[in-house]
């Protein structure tokens, strides 16, 4: 039995984390605010607020074999590791793709070159790879070896708020036609949410030590477009629209209103998704078919309601009248 710290929990991926380490019998301890949701049955919420110098007082005096943050703010880590560091078996630190300097070269390993770290405690949206960028730094200053750094590219399924990977299973769950990108061999990453939870374990047990790219196979936009289809259980009309006329028409790519998720055009972002996770999988992670990451997506977006605003893809009326041009 594992003696965990989960610093956050109460959101997506901290929260399946939690759960999967309650259901293999570790002793979970959350700390958060509590705005962002529950914790899972079973595991314990120390709510403090991060920004606060004195929030880590509670759990401080304990001796935690593994320290999970999800922190995206380089004062909230450092201020974690000052406190808790010292005590702590194993650190795991998740981070993103977004460190990178350069996303062009595909199959870039995680040698590849860092974006110049955030000089403040606080980094904005705008700011996020900088950011972690910097609680990397605080992360490997003060724990070595005893902290992964766990990259994560795209998360899908269950739980995602984010709208982007449901864009695609729940617009084929919909009437159609549908307008695609013409970009089919375009290469993606999607890596499962109870993927990534489970691994983030392994890497507390294992105390793996130094960065891994964390990232779901690498699977062309045509197959993944294929896939929802067939989770949906889609027969109709699908409508592929060339790159250029979908950027003249101001389609956003990536995420965002008015956008095509997922698409990623361009030479600056041809090694984005497609970065090489052999070191991950090599200690370990186990990825799912993607059919079960877009069916538990499907299953969110039916839940939300397929026909709510989203804070990514196209809406009904954009993609009619982009289809009618
Ligand atoms: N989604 C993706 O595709 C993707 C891709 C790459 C990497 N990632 C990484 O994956 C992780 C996602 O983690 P997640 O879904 O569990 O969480 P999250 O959505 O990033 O939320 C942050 C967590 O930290 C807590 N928190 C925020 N500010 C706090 C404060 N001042 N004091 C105390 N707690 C605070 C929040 O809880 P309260 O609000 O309740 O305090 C929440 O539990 C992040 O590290 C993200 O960078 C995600």
């Given at each position: ?73 380089p ?41 110049p770290a955030h000089p403040g405690d606080?980094a904005?949206?705008?700011e996020?790879?900088e950011g972690?960028?910097a ?191």
């Amino acid at each position: 039995m594992t003696k965990l710290l989960i610093l956050g929990g109460t959101a997506w991926l901290g929260g399946e984390v939690a759960r999967q380490a309650i259901e293999r019998g570790d002793e979970v301890t959350c700390l958060a605010r509590g705005g962002a949701g529950a914790v899972p049955d079973g595991a314990r919420l120390i709510k403090a607020d991060r920004d606060r110098p004195d929030a880590y007082a509670p759990v401080a005096e304990t001796d935690w074999d593994v320290v999970l943050d999800v922190s995206r703010q380089p004062g909230h880590v450092r201020g974690a590791v000052r406190a808790l560091g010292p005590r702590a078996g194993h650190w795991v630190f998740v981070s993103t793709a977004s460190v990178y300097a350069d996303n062009s070269r595909p199959g870039m390993d995680e040698s590849d070159e860092l974006l110049p770290a955030h000089p403040g405690d606080t980094a904005a949206a705008a700011e996020y790879g900088e950011g972690k960028v910097a609680c990397e730094q605080a992360c490997l200053e003060s724990l070595g070896d005893r902290v992964t750094l766990a990259r994560s590219g795209l998360i899908g399924g269950r739980g995602d708020f984010s709208d982007r990977f449901g864009y695609w299973p729940a617009r084929f769950a919909a009437d159609g036609p549908v307008l695609v990108p013409d970009a089919l061999d375009q290469p993606t990453q999607t890596i499962d949410v109870r993927d990534i939870a489970a691994w983030l374990l392994l890497a507390g047990d294992e105390r793996l030590a130094g960065p891994y790219n964390v990232f779901g196979e690498q699977i062309s936009l045509g197959d993944v477009l294929a896939a929802a289809r067939e989770v949906a259980g889609y027969r109709g009309e699908v409508v592929p629209v060339a790159e250029d006329r979908l950027r003249a028409e101001g389609v956003a790519p990536w995420s965002g209103p008015k956008s095509l998720p997922l698409w990623l055009p361009g030479p600056e972002y041809a090694g984005f998704m497609s970065r090489n996770a052999d070191r991950a999988v090599a200690a370990g992670l186990v990825r799912r078919p993607l059919a079960e990451t877009l069916e538990q997506a499907l299953l969110e977006e039916r839940e939300r309601g397929l026909d709510r605003e989203r804070k990514a893809g196209l809406s009904p009326v954009e993609e009619r009248d982009l289809l009618a041009l």
